[in-house]
């Protein structure tokens, strides 16, 4: 009985071990989220519907179509920047340069950046900014279109895009990076204008990796 | 006997150092200053270790450039929209101007700037960098007049 008992206790310290850290390992699901009820075999079953980022359509560095199906089956990393903005736009692309650099080459891996300032950052300018900044190929995009489509899309991302006065260079927008899993799930929420924050990215693009290599 | 002994070699070495000091504080101050101003405006483009980044943003450390001291004071405060080469590179993106800056901020950066990357040792006071910002704003004024 007492050896039973010993056992049990011992299976469900590990259940509850495996829990823990399978858990700990998967990142958190951001967003809001749906628990949706229906019927299977005449029982009814709730499922959870997370939030995924809505489909988009705007046109890249090479002025050639860049929408959410180029990046299906991709974890991707998206900002919103503009090039002539003088503050934390050069912090936030030498760390997002950092990631490119890490994870340059691997076919599961896009970074998208939205620029704010679209009259300004037209595919030719932003073609000769990615090549000055050391970026070839269509591994980062970056994205240009109409000014309310962006910053209803930065909305979808979770972060700030918007005119400001106030503003240096006349617009706001947050300095976050956002990571998107493969199911265009928001993973994770990261400072692009810190080395730590774009560290803790680079490692969560790891995690997230190895969950799909897992599966 | 040897508390004397003691005394006399304590007090000059007090004294050689407060002299030192006067000295060495103005420069420390300039450094310091102009590391955590260079830190809040500068780093953002050209680094903290001033390398500048890829072909958007030009070196500092180690840049050829340093030797035309009084444009790059002018240009810390009047930003620069000329092209410029750097090491044989050349760059074309506009730097944005610092009018918030101060002739000591403008000589306190100056300062860190040439003593960290430009292999000075002293320091370039405010009264140097003011007459060298009043040229070149001078300058600008006819450039413009001209226009």
Known sequence: MYSALKNSFAVVLLGFLSACSSSENRLPIMGERDVITKEVDGKTVTDTAYYQIPPFQFVNQDSLPVSDKTFDGKIYVSDFFFISCPTICPKMKTQMKRVYDKFKGNPDVMILSYTIDPVHDTPPVLKEFATNLGVTGNQWQFATGKKEDIFKTGKSYMVVAQEDAGAPGGLLHSGHFVLVDKEKHVRGMYDGTTEEGADKLMGDIDRLLAEYKKQ | ?147
């Open chain 2, 1 to 147: 006997m040897r508390k004397f002994s003691i005394g006399l070699v304590v007090v000059p070495l007090l004294l050689q150092t407060a002299c030192q000091s006067q000295e060495e504080l103005k420069q420390e101050k300039y450094f310091v200053e102009g590391y955590q101003l260079y830190t809040e405006h500068c780093a953002n483009c050209h680094q903290t270790d001033g390398k500048g980044l890829e072909a958007l943003y030009p070196p500092i450390s180690g840049s050829d450039y340093l030797k035309n001291k009084e444009q790059i004071i002018c240009l810390i405060r009047y930003g620069q929209n000329e092209p410029i080469v750097v090491n044989g590179r050349s760059f074309h993106r506009p730097m944005p101007a610092n009018p918030q800056l101060t002739d000591i901020d403008v000589a306190e950066i100056t300062t860190f700037l040439y003593n960290k990357w430009g292999g000075e040792s002293v320091i370039t006071d405010v009264k140097e960098v003011s007459k060298i910002l009043d040229t070149c704003r001078v300058q600008r004024e006819r450039a413009k007049v001209i226009n």
